[in-house]
């Protein structure tokens, strides 16, 4: 069983900039593949970025390409998400994910990670 938490959400200005933190509890940290996903509310949660597990390769939803950078620490056991410029439409709960071999074609979907944080609340506004 693996344990996320994450941090760093908080209420910004648009176009300011937040970077969100997730610690995992597992020695085997570098096995797994991490995901972030968010939920706005009345919206399904939807994949925003991604990280594999060793080959290190990384991949954006389209909406926050360019915007957001996902990095992870084996070392700390933790993953992080940079965010800047900040869009009204950015507002949801984040949540991080984890999960071991997922292939590349998979990296997105929400059903292919076996562990969820809580979720840390990001709000942007005018």
């Known amino acids: 069983q693996v344990q996320l938490v994450e941090s760093g959400g908080g209420a910004v200005q648009a176009g300011d900039s937040l970077r969100l933190s997730c610690v995992a509890s597992?020695?085997?940290?570098?096995?797994?593949?991490m995901g972030w996903f968010r939920q706005a509310p009345g919206k399904e949660r939807e994949f925003v970025a991604g990280?594999?597990?060793?080959?290190?390769?990384?991949i954006y939803a389209d909406s926050v390409k360019g915007r957001f950078t996902i990095s992870k620490d084996d070392a700390k056991n933790t993953v992080n998400l940079q965010m800047h410029s900040l869009k009204l439409d950015d507002t949801a709960v984040y949540y991080c994910?984890?999960?071991?071999?997922?292939?590349?074609?998979?990296?997105?979907?929400?059903?292919?990670?076996?562990?969820w944080g809580q979720g840390t609340q990001v709000t942007v506004s005018s």
């Open positions: 990280i594999r597990a060793f080959a290190g390769n990384t």
């Open positions: 994910a984890a999960g071991q071999n997922i292939r590349v074609g998979i990296i997105t979907r929400d059903n292919s990670y076996s562990y």
């Open positions: 597992t020695a085997q940290f570098s096995d797994y593949t």
